[in-house]
């Protein structure tokens, strides 16, 4: 019986119409154009604006831009995986909800939360369910609505996240494409230095949590930045060295989109060329679950049927990692 491996078929994006510059930002905090460019690499956001918008809205957009694109029935989709850290709501599945607004009537669906890292290792579910046999149609979502949680006063976190969604179907290949290899990490200490203090079991909503702004995202800038970059860049090198491959076998790097110093660290690791690395932070910024997605959607006219890609990844928890997937189609 021919091997059965989880390839991505089809792309799709959304990203909100508003867009915050560098330039409004240095109204609204302490900063300049020049300092946050030259810090993070990043010139604008994009901000979903409007009431009563969620991540649901944005998975739903990019959820249909990727079946109008490909020409899939949502019938026949088995199961839907939103990678989030920003749900619509504490307890409901966004995913569920999204599945019954894009008509996805025969799917499962559930959120999957691991920060930034949430749509790397939301692959790895999704390979597991195509490889099993049982599922042909995996539609993996990666949302975020990062304005939603972030304090517009700290110039910390405000300067780095934007809103963003992006989607990929996975279904069975048998020609030895889509994910060849991964390796997935996690380490508790990382909830120290990225995390929401309250809103949790730990720290239940009060007024006076509310008061004290408890319920942003807070970031010890440093040690994040200094984990992501050796993280990173130790498990995209692990992705070469265990499939035998060097720079000249790797078309592209697909690096999360936190800081572009962490990017051009990871492919400097790595030994791959500036031209070989996919790049959007400036237009968007950290998207956290969205990231990866929005750049597979951005570079999919580039990408060709057997392109070598790794994926990696860095988030709160911590948690991270990097895959390998072979390329499955030509745009």
């Not at 029935?73 to 966004?94: F, H, N, Q, R, V």
């Not at 060097?246 to 492919?267: F, G, M, S, V």
């Not at 070989?276 to 929005?294: D, E, F, Q, R, W």
């Not at 959607?297 to 057997?306: R, T």
Request: with cysteine.
């Amino acid at each position: 019986m021919t091997k059965i491996t989880a390839a991505i078929t089809a792309v799709g994006k959304y990203v909100p119409e508003y867009v915050l510059t560098n330039k409004e930002l240095e109204t609204m905090v302490e900063t300049n154009d020049e300092w946050i460019t030259s810090r993070t690499g990043i010139k604008e956001r994009r901000i979903l604006k409007g009431e009563g918008l969620g991540t649901s809205y944005m998975a739903i957009k990019a959820a249909e831009e990727l079946l109008q694109k490909s020409n899939v029935d949502p019938k026949e989709i088995d199961l839907i995986i939103i990678g989030t850290a920003t749900p619509d709501l504490p307890i409901a599945s966004t995913a569920a909800y999204v599945a019954s607004e894009i008509g996805a009537v025969n799917a499962f669906g559930y959120d999957l939360q691991a920060a930034c890292s949430s749509f790397l290792y939301g692959m790895s579910t999704a390979a597991a369910y195509i490889e099993s046999g049982r599922y042909k149609k995996v539609l993996l979502i990666g949302a975020d609505k990062m304005s939603s949680i972030i304090d517009y006063k700290d110039r910390a976190t405000c300067i780095i996240f934007g809103d963003g969604a992006g989607a990929a179907l996975f279904e069975p290949n048998y020609e030895g494409l889509g994910l060849q290899d991964e390796y997935l990490r996690s380490d508790g200490i990382g909830r120290d230095f990225l995390r929401i203090e309250a809103g949790g079991s730990l720290m239940p909503t009060t007024k006076e949590t509310v008061a004290a702004d408890k319920h942003f995202v807070y970031q010890e800038g440093k040690t994040v930045f200094k984990y992501a970059v050796s993280s990173m860049a130790d498990v995209a090198e692990r992705m070469l060295t265990r499939n035998n491959l060097t720079e000249k076998d790797i078309q592209w790097l697909a690096a999360h989109q936190a800081n572009k110093r962490i990017i051009e660290a990871t492919a400097k690791r790595v030994g791959v060329s500036p031209e070989k690395v996919m790049i959007n932070i400036h237009n968007y910024g950290n998207t956290t679950s969205a990231t990866l997605p929005l750049l597979l959607a951005d570079y999919e006219s580039q990408l060709k049927k057997g392109d070598n890609l790794i994926f990696a990844a860095f988030g709160g928890g911590f948690t991270w990692g990097a895959a390998y997937v072979k390329w499955a189609y030509n745009s």
